[in-house]
């Protein structure tokens, strides 16, 4: 499966969380907002992909298959 992750960076809020649980996916960028560093999330980290979005406090993380 292809898990793709999406940051709505109209909602994130900066709070660093995703990065924090799942750094090869998300990153903190210079606008203190997070992003997306990878196309297709890496198998081994699609869990630790999917804890990130559901610990985003505004929900501002989307795992599309
Ligand atoms: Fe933003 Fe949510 Fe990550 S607020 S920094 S997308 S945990």
Request: include cysteine.
């Amino acid at each position: 499966m292809k898990m793709k992750a999406i940051v709505d960076r109209d909602t994130c809020i900066g709070c660093g969380l995703c990065a924090e649980i799942c750094p090869a996916v998300f990153e903190m960028d210079d606008e203190e907002l997070a992003c997306v560093i990878v196309d297709v999330i890496p198998e081994e980290e699609e869990a630790n992909a999917q804890e990130a979005a559901d610990s985003c406090p505004v929900a501002a993380i989307t795992i599309e298959d």
